[in-house]
């Protein structure tokens, strides 16, 4: 039986924060979704693109954003199988939101550098 998420469905206050973070918060998931969005579609794809996560984290996640219906996976009926990843429609209705999360990084970079580095 697969473990169930702690924070899937806690949002007592009925919060779109809460309610966005509960399904992509977290180190990994955004990571994830951009990878997938910018070609990386394949586990190896993901792994080489993101080398900080561990594959069976790097497996939860995918599982994760899977049944949230924000990834589809494929499976091709090869040997041996290939299985590629892509973004839902829903799950594209999420690339604005991390572009904007990708531009004020950017900036952000560039105004502590302008400072010396401090934040």
């Known amino acids: 039986m697969a473990e169930k998420r702690k924070t899937k469905d806690f949002n007592p206050h009925r919060c779109g924060v809460t309610h966005f973070l509960n399904k992509v918060g977290g180190k990994w998931k ?18 080489k693109a993101i080398p900080q996560i561990s594959k069976q984290m790097l497996i939860n996640q ?19 199988p290939r299985v590629e990843y892509r973004l839902s429609e829903y799950g594209s209705s999420l690339l604005p939101v991390i572009q ?14 302008d400072h010396g580095g401090a934040a």
């Open 30 to 47: 955004v990571l994830v979704i951009h990878g997938v969005s910018m070609g990386c579609n394949r586990f190896s794809l993901l792994t």
């Open 100 to 113: 904007t999360v990708q531009q004020w990084g950017l900036q952000d970079m560039a105004r502590n550098m």
């Open 62 to 80: 995918l599982r994760e954003l899977e049944e949230d219906g924000i990834l589809e996976r494929t499976v091709f009926p090869e040997i041996p």
